[in-house]
């Protein structure tokens, strides 16, 4: 099993930038494909990015393709997900995940752990 902690959330003005971490231990981060999703008061969990376990294939959502950046640093057994141009409909509690599977999914019920989440909101 990996057990996953997120880190970098916060509060930032609309237009700020963000830098989340989700740091793996218990097992190698290059064993498992990582994926961000994120969850708003009274809406539905959903997709943000994913890579796969080199790092060569990667996918975001519409909603944040030009503005967030996924990556991973296997040697360090952490994910990334850089947030800039933030806007106030970015506001939610994101959550990282792995998927140990050899494939990269944009579906939640595809990965099998997740850390508790870090909170961002993003004022206007």
């Known amino acids: 099993q990996v057990q996953l902690v997120e880190s970098g959330g916060g509060l930032v003005q609309a237009g700020g930038s963000l830098r989340l971490s989700c740091a793996a231990s218990?097992?190698?981060?290059?064993?498992?494909?990582m994926g961000w999703f994120r969850q708003a008061p009274g809406k539905e969990r959903e997709f943000v990015a994913a890579i796969s376990r080199s790092g060569g294939s990667i996918y975001y959502a519409d909603a944040v393709k030009g503005r967030f950046t996924i990556s991973r640093d296997n040697a360090k057994n952490t994910v990334y997900l850089q947030m800039n141009s933030l806007k106030p409909e970015d506001t939610a509690h994101y959550y990282c995940?792995?998927?140990?599977?050899?494939?990269?999914?944009?579906?939640?019920?595809?990965?099998?752990?997740w850390g508790p989440g870090t909170q961002v909101t993003v004022s206007s």
């Open positions: 218990g097992r190698t981060l290059s064993s498992y494909a």
């Open positions: 995940a792995a998927d140990g599977t050899f494939f990269v999914s944009k579906s939640g019920s595809a990965y099998d752990f």
